[in-house]
């Protein structure tokens, strides 16, 4: 599967950004869908995870502030981040796992084997 993540941008402090990833092939709904981010000088990390069926998990960092969803008739993933602060500024990647556990999730980058370029979010204080 090819990923293609945009809606990146420069935004102020309290504001709000929608990214979107969009994936070629047609068993999308098959994988466990996350979003990662990786700030300059930090290793790449968790952000959130939408499991085949939907269900949702979130970084304690964005939990109630960020929400993931799917469209699988449209192949995208999105993630809205609303009330973003400085310390979100990150190039945002979104990623597709294969292999998704049955219960739980993936929040490790190593499960996911496909990766979307990223985009960078730069938020302004």
């Known amino acids: 599967v090819q990923l293609q993540a945009s809606g990146g941008g420069l935004v102020q402090v309290w504001g709000s950004l929608r990214l979107s990833c969009a994936a070629s092939?047609?068993?999308?709904?098959?994988?466990?869908m996350g979003w990662f981010r990786q700030a300059p000088g930090k290793e790449r990390e968790f952000v959130a995870a939408n499991s085949r069926n939907g269900n949702t998990n979130y970084a304690d960092s964005v939990k109630g502030r960020f929400t993931i969803s799917r469209d699988n008739a449209k192949n995208t993933v999105f993630l809205q981040a609303n009330f973003l602060r400085p310390e979100d500024t990150a190039v945002y990647y979104c990623a597709a796992d294969s292999r998704p556990p049955v219960v739980g999730f993936h929040t490790t980058p190593r499960s996911y084997e496909y990766w979307g370029q990223g985009t960078l979010v730069t938020v302004s204080s």
């Open positions: 092939g047609r068993t999308f709904s098959d994988y466990g």
